[in-house]
């Protein structure tokens, strides 16, 4: 009878055990569904655009009744996954664990999606930038996934000038924002292009030089005659050059929606002074350039000396027309 009671002791006692040792285990640490809940929660307050995806536990102390860790947590964004530290501590009441501090620190993000081609031509067509250089209506949108970067592949036609038509190639290049979850514009570069001049511009005349020094001095005028699509004459008095002919050399679109239309030429001669009370020195059979650019609001043409003995002339520049 002693021997069964002893049995009946022993067995109890390790049930008492086993009851202690679960009971101590519950109090340990706060359960991980409780833990994942908390981290949900206040993701969502750290960053609303983050996803939550899982955590683990890089190290925890328990002491007393507060359980401290650094939790290593993973979340996804639209284009991005992420990499975040949360210091966590938790307070042991009669209640249960509740979570008392939480900081987010190390966020760490990878690029691991980029927009669809539908995506960034509805970026292309809203970007202000774009919008105020006319460059905005894109076609044939090709997206080049780069990292933290994209560059976009697209092809503008523009018939809305009364001089000319253009067709061509436009890069935009796009940053990747993590804070905003966004793709930002960043810069933009045209391709290879094709600019026509429909109309020839009214470009005879003896126009005032935006470089005068004195309002309605004589001396700086720029005048243009023989003008057509092709070619053109040309002469400068605040250089004091021979009248020279340019011939058409090509005609391109810039990246803030400009037309440049460049006829180039040789055999000019100008006189160079070095001051006001300098005489001069004639210079001879010297090539030049002569820029027209067309924009939505006014025509500009630049005369472009290109001597090499004296590279950093001013150029000769006259507004043709303002509308």
């Not at 750290?46 to 979340?75: C, G, N």
Request: with cysteine.
């Amino acid at each position: 009878m002693k021997k069964y009671q002893k049995v009946l002791c022993c067995i109890s006692l390790f049930v008492l055990c086993l009851c202690l040792n679960a009971c101590g285990a519950s109090k340990k640490e706060p359960e991980k569904e409780m833990i994942k809940e908390d981290l949900i929660r206040e993701l969502s307050s750290y960053d609303d655009r983050l996803s939550f995806d899982e955590y683990s536990v890089e190290k925890s102390l328990t002491e007393d009744k507060e359980y401290t860790a650094t939790l290593s947590v993973s979340a996804k964004n639209t284009f991005s996954e992420h990499q975040v530290t949360a210091e966590v501590k938790y307070v042991l009441y009669d209640q249960g664990w509740k979570i008392e501090e939480c900081q987010w620190t190390n966020d760490v993000y990878t690029v691991v999606s980029y927009p669809t081609v539908d995506e960034m031509s509805e970026l292309i067509k809203g970007s202000q930038e774009l919008v105020q250089s006319g460059l905005n209506e894109q076609q044939d949108v090709n997206v080049q996934p780069n990292g933290n970067s994209l560059t976009c592949e697209g092809v503008i036609e523009k018939n809305d000038n009364p001089y000319y038509t253009y067709k061509g190639k436009i890069l935009t290049y796009w940053d990747y924002n993590a804070n905003a979850d966004a793709w930002e514009y960043s810069n933009t570069e045209t391709g290879e292009s094709k600019c026509e001049l429909t109309s020839a511009l009214q470009l005879d005349g003896t126009w005032e030089s935006m470089m005068k020094e004195r309002v309605n001095d004589p001396s700086t005028y720029i005048t243009v005659s023989n003008y057509d699509m092709n070619s053109l004459d040309i002469s400068s008095e605040m250089f004091n050059t021979n009248t020279v002919h340019a011939q058409l050399e090509e005609c391109s679109l810039s990246e803030y929606g400009v037309c440049n239309v460049i006829y180039k030429g040789n055999g000019l001669s100008y006189l160079y002074r070095d001051s006001s009370w300098d005489d001069g020195t004639t210079r001879e059979n010297i090539d030049f350039t002569v820029c027209i650019l067309i924009g939505k609001d006014s025509v500009q043409l630049q005369l472009q000396i290109e001597d090499p003995e004296h590279p950093n002339l001013v150029d000769d520049i006259a507004d043709i027309e303002r509308k």
